[in-house]
């Protein structure tokens, strides 16, 4: 799976989700894009976009998207390593297509 992590999640998440490819903005010269710009241009490109942003939801039109969408409920490195199971989880078992909130205690 080809994974795309948003600015605002640790980058050191990608080893929590080493068994698939790991991309985040700066690698492709995306930084600063807003998550709707981000989420247009990952499109036919990347299989999930994993993101902290609460709003995401509320800010997106996420109807017909073309990318799954893993919404983590903090960018807290501790605590996303904690969980590092319930994250790896999620990543399998997303759908096409679906918005997934994961919450991290």
Excluded at 38 to 46: C, N, P, Q, T
Excluded at 52 to 61: A, H, K, L, M, T
Excluded at 81 to 104: F, T
Aim: charged residues 25%; hydrophobic residues 40%.
């Amino acid at each position: 799976m080809k994974i795309l992590l948003d600015e605002c999640v640790p980058r050191p998440l990608d080893q929590v989700v080493a068994e698939h490819e790991c991309v985040t903005p700066q690698d492709r010269g995306w930084a600063g894009l807003t998550n709707g710009e981000l989420l247009r241009r990952a499109k036919g490109e990347f299989d999930l976009f994993i993101t902290s942003d609460q709003n995401i939801r509320y800010q997106q039109n996420l109807t017909g998207l073309q990318i799954s969408i893993l919404q983590l409920s903090t960018n807290d490195l501790r605590r996303i390593q904690a969980a590092a199971p319930a994250i790896q989880r999620a990543v399998v078992s997303i759908q096409h297509g679906e918005l997934k909130k994961l919450n991290i205690p």
